[in-house]
């Protein structure tokens, strides 16, 4: 028996896996700078350029906005996320508090949690060697990150801190095409497991403060932040 038809003057609905597919498009255009950071994102245009409907980037965007690539404002609709400069001093602030906390219990964290701290900075370093795509090194680099917080033995901890990295996704993905440095970031992670695995605990905490308060002027300078 046919399927009922759709009801007049509504749009037709695509399988799920339509609004997965453009989700995924959508992404990969964020990570790889087709779409910069306050890029307004029309669901008419989108719609058309993606050959989908409306509703399905609709579905598409919300879960942009929910994994906070995006941003949706009040009668301007959706856009690219664009991080304020203060925001970008607080989240960087936080990590400090958050990792530096995970890198001084080094000594007495669980050997599975530094093993996962090893293992992230493989994932990591393999994904350079391998120039893989602006979102794997990003997925990774903070994957690894999050894993220094873990150290502290606090879920809570770790779910704050996956919240803090995700508003920075689309920063650090700029800040990584623009000045090209996967490999640089690589060694500075590379040096600060050397320090830990070294018994070198409060150089490794420092170390991490420089690399954070680095992170924060190249996400400040690549987005054109203005810090007067």
């Not at 599975?112 to 090194?137: C, G, I, K, P």
């Not at 917080?149 to 990584?176: H, I, N």
Request: charged share 25%; net charge negative.
């Amino acid at each position: 028996m046919p399927a009922p038809a759709a009801p007049s003057g509504t749009l037709p609905q695509e399988h799920p896996s339509a609004v997965e597919r453009v989700t995924q498009e959508l992404r990969r255009a964020v990570f790889d700078g087709e779409l910069e950071s306050g890029t307004p994102l029309r669901e008419v245009a989108l719609a058309a350029s993606l050959g989908v409907s409306r509703p399905t980037v609709r579905e598409a965007l919300t879960v942009l906005v929910a994994e906070g690539l995006a941003t949706r404002e009040p009668h301007r609709g959706v856009s690219v996320t664009r991080p304020e400069l203060d925001s970008v001093r607080d989240i960087c602030a936080a990590r400090w508090v958050l990792e530096g906390a995970g890198v001084l219990r080094w000594p007495d964290a669980d050997p599975q949690l530094r093993h996962d701290v090893r293992r992230r900075l493989e994932a990591y370093t393999t994904a350079v060697r391998a120039d893989a795509s602006y979102q794997e090194l990003n997925e990774r680099h903070l994957a690894f990150h999050v894993s220094l917080v873990a150290l502290t033995g606090s879920p809570r901890l770790v779910g704050t801190a996956e919240s803090l990295v995700g508003e920075l996704k689309v920063a650090l993905a700029q800040v990584e095409r623009l000045r090209r440095n996967a490999h640089d970031e690589a060694d500075n992670h590379t040096q600060l497991v050397v320090l830990l695995e070294a018994g070198d605990v409060v150089g490794a905490h420092e170390f991490l403060r420089g690399h954070l308060e680095a992170a924060e002027r190249d996400i400040a300078d690549a987005l054109g932040l203005d810090g007067d």
